[in-house]
Every structure is written in structure tokens, then in C-alpha cells.
């Protein structure tokens, strides 16, 4: 059974930073390229970053750019989302999924979400 479990999240001031992690099992994780998601109220689930297998490729929509990270450590099974000069809108729940293969455009499992909150 698959499962992927995020951790990290919290309530946090504008400017400050947070650490989320992915720890995933029930799969072979050097198979899987790994991603972050958000969801915020009201709003679509967005894109935020990507990460392949052996992290040479990366990917962050826009508005992080710069300021989050992705990274992943595969003998832990588990994929990081540095986030610092938080700013308000990205307040959300924070999703990680995987895919197997960096170039499918569907996501093949998900994880339940952790709730990032940023304060003005």
C-alpha cells in the first residue's frame, strides 16, 4: 500500500521560514519523480515544485521561485520542501505526490496534505 505522509507544516509569521517533508513508502522511491502541490481556500490545487529521481531536474512555478527548495534523499525515502520569506498567499495545504516518470503529466499517488499557515 502506498503512502505518502507530510509533515512540517504550521503556522508561521511573513518572512519566516518552514521546513516540509514527504516521507513516502509502499513504493520504490528511486523510481518516482516526486512534486509539491498547494491548495489554498477557494482556489484550485496549484503546482509548486518538482523534483526527478536523482534530482538533476527541478522545477517551481514562478512564485516561489527563489525561495522554496526541493530536495530529496533516497536512502530516506523522503523529499524536503525548504520554504523561507513566506509571505501570506502561500498560505495552503501542502500536497506531495509522485509520478512515475518526469515527463507523465499525471500524478499517481497523494499524500493527505499539511497545513501551512502565514501571517501578515
Known amino acids: 500500500q502506498v503512502q505518502l505522509v507530510e509533515s512540517g507544516g504550521g503556522l508561521v509569521q511573513a518572512g519566516g521560514s518552514l521546513r516540509l517533508s514527504c516521507a513516502a513508502s509502499?513504493?520504490?522511491?528511486?523510481?518516482?519523480?516526486m512534486g509539491w502541490f498547494r491548495q489554498a481556500p477557494g482556489q484550485e490545487r496549484q503546482f509548486v515544485a518538482a523534483?526527478?529521481?536523482?534530482?538533476?531536474?527541478?522545477d517551481y512555478a514562478d512564485s516561489v521561485k527563489g525561495r522554496f527548495t526541493i530536495s530529496r534523499d533516497n536512502a530516506k525515502n523522503t523529499m524536503y520542501l525548504q520554504m523561507n520569506s513566506l509571505k501570506p498567499e502561500d498560505t495552503a495545504i501542502y500536497y506531495c505526490?509522485?509520478?512515475?516518470?518526469?515527463?507523465?503529466?499525471?500524478?499517481?499517488?497523494w499524500g493527505q496534505g499539511t497545513q501551512v499557515t502565514v501571517s501578515s
Open positions: 505526490a509522485v509520478k512515475r516518470g518526469w515527463y507523465r503529466d499525471a500524478w499517481d499517488y
Open positions: 509502499g513504493i520504490t522511491f528511486r523510481s518516482y519523480a
Open positions: 523534483i526527478n529521481w536523482r534530482a538533476a531536474n527541478l
